[in-house]
């Protein structure tokens, strides 16, 4: 539904240039009412679960993540990160393997390697109850804040910052970590569609929670000061967790296809109705 109340499909065949712009435009040309997917034909039980390290092991796993992640079999999604939290606290990662169930041994020899577990859960799965055991089943009673950002490489002084910043706090829980991109992510054309991060690695994400009923500002204060020290490494952010950036900021993540989205939201909402996100100003 455009800002004019008009009611359109957009598909490779129909409104093709509204289909571009929907697939990473940040919600800018109307809501989406319906969706029609393609799935991937899978076996629905994958090998999931989590290994974790000591933390005083967290730059040993780090760094050899900053190798791994972007020759890994693409069968393995690999999240790797560094956590402090009442539940637990360690460095390790978060496991998905979808591939020839007899090639897991090999690879799972390769990351247990890193260091000495203090966690060793993996084994089948369904994929629905692997997707669904993150999940927070009640989030309201929590304050919660994120910054989020893409990495096109792990370096060493990303890691240094990493671990010399990252702070164990009673009152909160911290997550530091890397959800795992490349594979088929990196071999669609930057200006294929509207999101044009195509080269990254990784999407570096940075979590705190805590009670609701604590005082946020000392928590939110450490987290952007932490932050402030790793966004350097940074190149461009998710759309949907744009929430302090700068217009420019903004402007930038679009990259080369800025130009063609602001055609695109002069044409379908030339008036901002659609700006409470990261908003691509019209010029008309």
Known sequence: VTASGEVLRASAEENPELYWGVRGGGGNFGVVTSFDFALHPMQREVIGGNIIFPLEQTKQVLRFYSEYAATAPEELYLSCGVQAAPEGTGAGFIICYSGPPNRWDAIARTLRSVGTPIFDQVSGIDYVALQKSGDITESRALGLYTKTGFIPSLPPALIDAIVDGF??????????????????????????????????????????????????????????????????????????????????????NYAANLPRLVALKNRFDPTNLFRLNANIVPTV
């Open 167 to 252: 702070e164990a706090h009673p009152e909160r829980a911290t997550m530091m970590g890397f959800q795992h991109s490349g594979g088929a992510i990196a071999r669609v054309a930057g200006d294929a569609t509207a999101f044009p991060h195509r080269q990254i690695i990784a999407t570096m994400l940075l979590n705190s929670q805590w009670d609701a009923a604590v005082n946020s500002g000392p928590h939110i204060d450490w987290l952007r000061q932490y932050w402030r020290s790793l966004e350097p490494h940074t190149r461009g952010f998710y759309t949907n967790d744009a929430i302090e950036e700068s217009q420019q900021q903004i402007d930038d």
